[in-house]
């Protein structure tokens, strides 16, 4: 672990304000919708959490709607810095803009191993005292844009799995900086995060809409229903 990021829910307008400020700088389209929501994007460095099957990591707010529905599955989200190199080589320039924190993520790391090509849905990791289990992508939304901006990194994240994964408790403890993920198991090792992306959303030649593929991830208990286990019985119905 080289960063640990823990923030707590902002008061509303930080959509409205955001995108303004960023549309004006041609950084993003408004696409946003009017309504305004309160957001934990923001965060703060610290050197060690807490985290709980009950609360998550301890202080740490969820402010987004969807975001809450699906919160015992969002506990930590990672990001490898390995990205910022395959996000600067789609897009020149991006790389200098990119620095741990800006994804809103909790936690970041940078090993090859826990590239999103590399890691696993399923995959359960020792960090510190606590146990997690991975719990499929992010799907990231235009905010992502809209704070560093650059055009694009939505689009690249939503295709590749780049802006990150998540990690739910799977027993209480505590991470600091300079623990290592230490892998204990993993029982998917064909549905890595960035092979789940492509296949249900990346390009049409990229996606996987095969009936074994779909039911494989339709079965994986752990993995996130919104966007990933909904999609895949949503498309094997229309088989």
């Known amino acids: 672990l080289l960063h640990l990021f823990v923030g707590d829910i902002r008061e509303p307008l930080f959509y409205r ?10 950084a993003a389209e408004r696409s946003w919708p009017e309504k305004q929501f309160s957001s934990a994007y923001f965060k703060e460095e610290v050197s060690t959490i807490r985290v709980s099957q009950a ?12 975001h809450i529905d699906n919160a015992f599955y969002r506990t930590a989200l990672v990001i490898n810095t390995c990205v910022y190199d395959d996000f600067e080589k789609e897009i020149p320039g991006s790389g200098v803009k990119l620095r741990p924190g800006i994804f809103g993520e909790n936690m970041v790391v940078s090993d090859p191993l826990l590239h999103p090509r590399v890691v696993c849905v399923g995959d359960i990791y020792r960090i ?7 719990t499929g992508p992010r799907m990231p939304c235009p905010k992502v844009d809209a704070y560093v901006g650059v055009k694009g ?22 991470c600091s900086v300079g623990d290592s993920f230490v892998l204990q198991s993993r029982p998917f090792p064909n549905l890595s995060i960035t092979t789940i992306q492509m ?11 095969s009936e074994e593929f779909l039911r494989a991830l339709s079965e994986v208990e752990c ?17």
């Open 17 to 26: 304000e955001l995108f303004d400020e960023e549309a004006q700088r041609g």
């Open 55 to 66: 609360q998550g990591i301890v202080g740490n707010g969820i402010g987004f709607p969807t």
């Open 128 to 134: 510190g005292s606590a146990k997690f289990v991975v």
């Open 153 to 174: 990194l939505t689009a690249l994240g939503k295709r590749f799995g780049w802006t990150g994964y998540f990690l739910r408790v799977i027993e209480d403890g505590e």
């Open 199 to 209: 296949s249900l959303w990346g390009e049409d030649e990229e996606k996987n809409e």
């Open 223 to 239: 993995l996130m229903p919104r966007h990933y286990r909904d999609t895949a019985l949503q498309r094997l119905s229309k088989l």
